[in-house]
Nanobody, 126 residues
Framework: QVQLVESGGGLVQAGDSLRLSCAAS????????MGWFRQAPGKEREFVAG????????DYADSVRGRFTMSRDNAKNTVLLQMNSLKPEDTAVYYC???????????????????WGQGTQVTVSS
């Protein structure tokens, strides 16, 4: 069983930065592909970023590429999402997710992930 706990959300102004953290309780965290997703009010949950088990490969949604950076520290069982140049349209509940699956081509699909955190609210005011 894997438990994921997000932190770091909050209320910021457009142009500001935030860093989200996700702490995982897992014996073999380095075997888990991790992702960040978000869900805005009235919208479906969408992929934000994904990172491979080793951290050597990342993928980003077009809407955040160049502004967001995902990283991981396997020694600390954590993943981070550094969010810069935030926009009001980034407002959402952000979730981290994990999977032991090895299908990197499916990293953008929420159905690939077996484990989810409770989410953390990010609100960006204009």
């Amino acid at each position: 069983q894997v438990q994921l706990v997000e932190s770091g959300g909050g209320l910021v102004q457009a142009g500001d930065s935030l860093r989200l953290s996700c702490a995982a309780s897992a014996r073999t965290f380095s075997a888990i592909t991790m992702g960040w997703f978000r869900q805005a009010p009235g919208k479906e949950r969408e992929f934000v970023a994904g990172i491979s088990r080793s951290g050597g490969i990342t993928d980003y949604a077009d809407s955040v590429r160049g502004r967001f950076t995902m990283s991981r520290d396997n020694a600390k069982n954590t993943v981070l999402l550094q969010m810069n140049s935030l926009k009001p349209e980034d407002t959402a509940v952000y979730y981290c997710a994990g999977t032991y699956g090895s299908n990197w081509s499916a990293v953008r699909s929420e159905y690939e992930y077996d484990y989810w955190g409770q989410g953390t609210q990010v609100t960006v005011s204009s």
